[in-house]
């Protein structure tokens, strides 16, 4: 362990919580608000860029009928209510990166590492993962992979990578309409190819990508597929293959991003020793406690007989666990249950 | 008993179940599939944003025809393209669908 001007100079810093939340979709966020009640600390890793879990990823415009005391409520909305809820207990966000390792500490304490090297420190992990972490589907092409980071990216962090670059973007969804639309005025040139005739996303999108594709600011190629990658070290080339026609064409490329969404895997948790049933996490119903103790899983990533992976169950689990893991951290002390109406909420 | 239909389902192992599915429940084939017990990931819960609820279609029972919420997804998780693909969470059980046979696409054990 670096200490003093050496970490300072490394940069070497780390995160110190109570409760460390694996996931920041509606579970882990109500998990803040439950242990902000009985002054627990929490801090939120999640895979995505933002926080909400599938609400936010895969369906923020639906909306929810079986919220208690909201008739129906959008997912979009539930999440940004739950992120004010949680508020005044100041939560941290690690996000847009994934809980790698674990390991236990000379304290008993956990130390999680990411894949991006961030470290963290709690007492108590919980894991409440939802389906897993979100990642991006790759279509087959051969040597897709050789290309990743050499010109190949499937989520776009930093836009400004693009400038003055030639990129061609696969997809017919939201991102890839709306990533073509902003990247056409970064970007040296921007090619969007698709599969099909029609797009699915938002209708002005739609729109706007046909009128840059009128005014040949951007390179619209329907019916078509990326069907190989060439390059030495980096991507220089793209083989495009046109249905229709069934011929292919090499187009330059610097940057081939293809945009087919996300899907859920369990990811790393796999090997942390926990027990599993197929993909879930099973826990004790008494606390939600898995068969590591000081880990728990809450949500719909754990399992237990009788399971409903329903939001409003994800929310009693983490209720009950916040009070378990308080008992873990300070042993000696009584918890009293209290009413908001009684004692309000008092802010960090 | 009349409102029951039969379906037979090829898990990934291609082992053939017949399940037994009720037509008045308001269910489509993939929570008939999850409510006998058989593997499908089925991760979305139903909303035709996954995949992982793909089967393919073996029998020629006429089906509803996809809407653009299926076609996009099975498009986009590059499915569409293997010949009688559907998503079992976008088919609502019918007395139409007796005898329906359906195999479990990869993607439902992924």
Known sequence: MFSGKFAAFLNYHVIETDLLIIGAGPCGLFTVFEAGLIKLRCHLIDALAEPGGQLTEIYPKKPIYDIPGFPDVLAGDLVKNLIKQAEPFKPGFTLGERAESIEKMENGHWKLVTNKGTVHTAPIIVIAGGLGC????KPEISQLERFEDQGVDYIIKDPEKFRGKHVVIAGGGDSALDWTIFL?????????IHRRTSFRGHLDSVQKVMDLSKSRKIKLLLNSEVT??????????????????NENSLQMADNFIPLFGLSPKLGP?????????????????????TNIPGIYAVGDINDYPGKLRLILCGFHEATLMVQSAFKRIYPDKNLVLKYTTVSGVKAF | MDEVIQVKVTDLDGVMHTIDAPTDMGLNLMEAIR??????KATCGGMALCATCHVLVHSNHPLPPMSEDEEAMLEQAFLLDIPHSRLSCQLHLTQAMNGLEVELGESTGA
Do not use: C
């Not at chain 1, 948790?269 to 406690?289: A, M, Q």
């Open chain 1, 134 to 137: 979100f990642e991006p589907r």
């Open chain 1, 228 to 245: 190989a990658l060439h390059g030495d070290l980096k991507l220089e080339q793209v083989e495009i293959t046109n249905f229709e026609t």
């Open chain 1, 184 to 192: 056409a005025d970064v970007a040296q040139s921007v090619t969007l």
């Open chain 1, 269 to 289: 948790i796999k090997s942390w020793g926990l027990n599993l049933n197929k993909e879930s996490i099973p826990v004790d119903t008494f606390d939600y406690g």
């Open chain 2, 35 to 40: 409510a006998n017990e058989l593997p499908i």
